[in-house]
């Protein structure tokens, strides 16, 4: 079954993975409704600027509605005339370490919010539904690479704990409504138009600016860093193949139409090793403040992509000597630094 050339809805729209995703999607000719609540965790003129990008780029093919998927009654509403073959929701309060400081957004987001979405998809009887997961399921798991059938019982941060229930809370959707569902653990995603709050726009900018950047636990920590663009190609591939209701057993475990997979660029690589190649792509040292672990976070992560790979194709191409350059010059264009 294929859910192509039906309008799709992408929630976090105005987000990194989510603008990407919709350009994506629309280059291939389908129309996207996006929602966002363009909160102020960062700033709301570059959500803005990836909007106002998309709506020039792509015209009637794009529409979207600010509101807050945590509503159920203004996103009943705003979807009433609107008819969804497929969703793909990647809107969430993300950030490990801002669930320490305010834990209500995610529980309202993440919890609340996912289940709003689930109901959306129940109600519309959506072929296909493919959520945002994260790697921080995998807490502090010291099996590397983690593989999708690994333990994750054990979250670290509130954030991590959301996204697991929110795989749990679809494996019941899965099971009680036989909803099609796909969960997407991503693993740290950088590149043009991505996030202030991830350390790769840190770094760039404290580097260009020549101020020290906050290197945490001295640097003895590795992550698989994966490419928007890479992202962006599994996405897709997953949102045209529904996990079947077969009874079989899927990625992740679920006899149910409900698969668990890895996205992620298959390599660790150093933070030590990224941050050479931030100083070559920005054409200067950077400063370094060494500093120790910081609550919630993890020492490495390193994605098992093996079951995307069997059931999609994915295939990531871009390593961080490729993909930070094009980071850094979008950065520079963008900020005039």
């Not at 976090?12 to 102020?40: H, P, S, W, Y």
């Not at 990836?50 to 093919?61: I, Q, T």
Request: glycine letters at 8%; a negative charge; charged letters at 20%.
């Amino acid at each position: 079954m294929t859910v192509q050339g039906s309008t799709v809805l992408v929630t976090g729209a105005a987000g990194f993975i989510g603008a990407a995703v919709a350009e994506a999607l629309m280059a291939n000719g389908r129309t996207v409704v996006g929602i966002d609540n363009l909160n102020d965790y960062y700033s709301i003129a570059l959500k803005q600027a990836r909007l106002d990008r998309l709506a020039s780029r792509h015209g009637d093919l794009f529409r979207f509605h600010a509101l807050d998927f945590s509503d159920m009654a203004a996103l009943t509403q705003a979807m009433a005339p609107v008819e969804i073959g497929s969703i793909v929701h990647l809107g969430a309060q993300a950030g490990v370490r801002y669930s320490l400081e305010n834990p209500h957004a995610y529980v309202a987001s993440n919890l609340a919010g996912h289940v709003n979405i689930l109901e959306l998809a129940r109600a519309r009887q959506v072929g296909h539904m493919v959520y945002a997961s994260s790697s921080s399921v995998y807490g502090g798991n010291a099996k590397l690479p983690f593989a999708v059938e690994d333990r994750t019982d054990n979250p670290v941060s509130l954030y991590a704990a959301t996204k697991r229930a929110d795989e749990l809370m679809s494996e019941t959707y899965a099971h009680l409504f036989r909803l099609p569902l796909t969960g997407l653990r991503f693993f740290t995603v950088y590149g043009p138009w991505g996030r202030p709050d991830m350390a790769m726009w840190k770094f760039a900018e404290r580097i260009l600016t020549d101020r020290p950047i906050d290197v945490y636990n001295h640097g003895e920590m590795s992550r698989d860093f994966t490419y928007i663009d890479d992202i962006v190609g599994g996405v897709l591939a997953c949102l045209d193949r529904p996990p079947l209701d077969d009874g079989l057993e899927k990625a992740g475990g679920s006899v149910k139409p409900h698969a668990l997979y890895n996205i992620g660029n298959n390599r660790s690589e150093h933070l030590l090793r990224l941050i050479e190649v931030l100083e070559q792509a920005c054409g200067r040292k950077a400063m370094r403040n060494l500093l120790p672990m910081q609550p919630g976070d993890v020492h490495a992560t390193y994605a098992d992509i093996t079951a995307l790979t069997r059931d999609t194709g994915y295939a990531p191409s871009t390593l961080i000597e490729t993909g930070v350059p094009r980071f850094v010059e979008w950065f520079r264009d963008y900020t005039g630094l």
